[in-house]
């Protein structure tokens, strides 16, 4: 089997960073942590990820509105990718994420969970969707 570069998916928020990786043959996509946001803090953790999971690539998740506009989400999410940029020189790629949250808590309602208490699973279940489906997206290619 072929071993492929492992990728990283954050699914970016206001408090919270859901984080999800590859596996090594690309085919599945596993939650990792949520990180919280903390002054620049989160951008260490995650450059500590990048090294310790040997990351080639990062996917973050952007949150366009339903008709595929940019809205107030995707400004602050372009802000975060290029900051995170002058932590990592590996490429960051921007995927679209739209409904991936509701999708999270729809599986964990689902699976008899409550989420109101829940949300650092819903952001790395979150990332875990982006993640998914970006591998899905190059795999049928």
Same mark, same amino acid.
């Given at each position: 089997?072929?071993?492929?570069?492992?990728?990283?998916?954050?699914d970016?928020?206001?408090?919270?960073?859901?984080? =999800?990786?590859?596996?090594?043959?690309?085919?599945?996509?596993?939650?990792?942590?949520?990180? @919280?946001?903390?002054?620049?803090?989160?951008?260490?953790?995650?450059?500590?990820?990048? @090294?310790?999971?040997?990351?080639?690539?990062?996917?973050?998740?952007?949150?366009?509105?339903?008709?595929?506009?940019?809205?107030?989400?995707?400004?602050?999410?372009?802000?975060?990718?290029?900051?995170?940029?002058?932590?990592?020189?590996?490429?960051?790629?921007?995927?679209?994420?739209?409904?991936?949250?509701?999708? =999270? @808590?729809?599986?964990?309602?689902?699976l008899?969970q409550?989420?109101? @208490?829940?949300?650092?699973?819903?952001?790395?279940?979150? =990332?875990?969707?982006?993640?998914?489906?970006?591998?899905?997206?190059?795999?049928?290619?």
């Amino acid at each position: 089997m072929k071993v492929v570069d492992r990728i990283l998916a954050l699914d970016y928020g206001d408090k919270r960073i859901g984080v =999800a990786v590859s596996d090594p043959l690309g085919i599945t996509a596993q939650e990792l942590e949520t990180v @919280k946001v903390v002054k620049d803090l989160h951008f260490l953790r995650i450059k500590e990820i990048i @090294k310790e999971k040997q990351v080639k690539k990062i996917l973050i998740g952007l949150p366009l509105n339903m008709n595929g506009s940019k809205g107030q989400r995707v400004v602050k999410t372009e802000k975060f990718a290029e900051k995170l940029k002058k932590y990592t020189s590996i490429p960051i790629l921007m995927w679209d994420e739209r409904l991936t949250s509701v999708e =999270a @808590k729809k599986s964990l309602i689902f699976l008899g969970q409550k989420t109101g @208490k829940k949300k650092e699973k819903i952001d790395r279940l979150s =990332a875990v969707l982006l993640l998914q489906s970006y591998l899905k997206s190059i795999s049928d290619k």
